[in-house]
């Protein structure tokens, strides 16, 4: 009798146990959650972002394989765990690296259009994030208008290869191309000038003949019509054969006649260094610290390599040689940049 009132005693206690159990098993996922009935978020994992390819995440430090840049170091959005930049809700984009904020987008082919989120322009290329400190490094004052002075860094020169080179006083040297014929008389030749060429044109000046097959010959301009032929609106050219114990060119060939010029001194650039906007001509000079500033200039003569620069420039200081038109649009984006911004406050 004891016996079966013990059994009865353990199974009520063992029916007891097993909801509570179940109990328990349901309210631990609860003990997880926060007041609102929310999981907590896990911690911010750091990932690695390209500047300028904003698709390219890596978890770990190292080298966009599209542009070879370093990876930016960004945090991870918890509420959607794709490793992309963050939105703080205003547009911009919070990046670990202190004051490197993304403000803004901006279309890689137009620096005046700009977007408040990453996206592709029509041809499919990717925005480019635009960074406070960008900005905030561009000073004030551009002398170029629709251009602004700004900072690149010593990475981004090299990634776009920008030369830049001092501009000096130098002889400008320019080579006049005129078509020409081999005269009836022994070792003359017969060239014409055109109208805009014939003030530059004067006896004793140093020229090369070229007839083809023939080589070259040296020569010196003999002597230059004073009156303008009213059809052709040229001037004839008399040359004189330096090397008149050679063989002869043949009578009335053609040939092609190279007059070297001697323009005049002056401070001079290379010539691709000189922009032409249309209403400016615009070099940029690279200061210290990795500082462009736009210059306008006034150009003078023009050479076969290098041009006078008669205002804007002195010599001694360096003018950007080659990607000049990456200079000008970043140039063209800082100051639209901060005229975007200004409209904005």
Not at 73 to 98: E, I, M
Not at 309 to 319: F, I, M, Y
Request: with cysteine; hydrophobic share 40%.
């Amino acid at each position: 009798m004891k016996t079966t009132r013990l059994l009865s005693v353990l199974v009520l206690l063992a029916s007891a146990a097993v909801p509570f159990h179940v109990w328990q098993l349901r309210q631990a996922p609860a003990a997880h959650s926060t007041g609102s009935g929310q999981a907590s978020a896990p911690a911010n994992k750091l990932k690695y972002q390209c500047p300028m390819h904003p698709q390219i995440v890596r978890d770990e430090p190292g080298d966009c394989p599209i542009c070879h840049m370093h990876l930016q170091l960004v945090q991870q959005d918890p509420s959607t765990g794709s490793g992309q930049v963050p939105s703080t809700g205003s547009g911009q984009a919070s990046v670990a690296t202190p004051g490197h904020v993304i403000v803004k987008w901006r279309n890689p082919m137009n620096p005046n259009v700009f977007s408040d989120h990453a996206q592709k322009d029509d041809m499919g290329m990717d925005y480019i994030p635009v960074y406070a400190d960008e900005i905030a490094s561009a000073p004030a004052g551009a002398e170029v208008p629709g251009h602004a002075p700004f900072v690149l860094s010593e990475e981004r020169r090299q990634l776009i290869g920008v030369r830049s080179e001092a501009a000096q006083v130098r002889t400008v040297l320019r080579t006049l191309r005129l078509p020409g014929r081999v005269g009836e008389d022994p070792g003359t030749i017969l060239a014409q000038a055109l109208e805009m060429d014939g003030a530059v044109l004067q006896r004793g000046l140093d020229a090369q003949v070229w007839v083809t097959g023939e080589g070259a010959r040296r020569a010196k301009v003999a002597s230059v019509d004073r009156s303008l032929d009213a059809f052709s609106r040229t001037f004839g050219v008399r040359l004189a054969l330096q090397e008149p114990s050679g063989p002869g060119f043949r009578p009335g060939v053609y040939c092609d006649v190279r007059v070297a010029l001697k323009l005049g001194k002056g401070v001079t650039v290379p010539k691709e260094a000189v922009l032409d906007t249309g209403d400016h001509a615009v070099v940029f000079v690279q200061e210290g610290g990795g500082r462009f500033e736009p210059r306008n200039v006034e150009v003078g003569k023009e050479g076969d390599d290098y041009v006078e620069l008669r205002k804007g420039v002195a010599a001694g200081e360096q003018v950007v040689t080659s990607a000049n038109f990456l200079i000008d649009s970043e140039s063209r984006f800082q100051a639209a940049a901060r005229d975007f911004g200004g409209s904005h406050d």
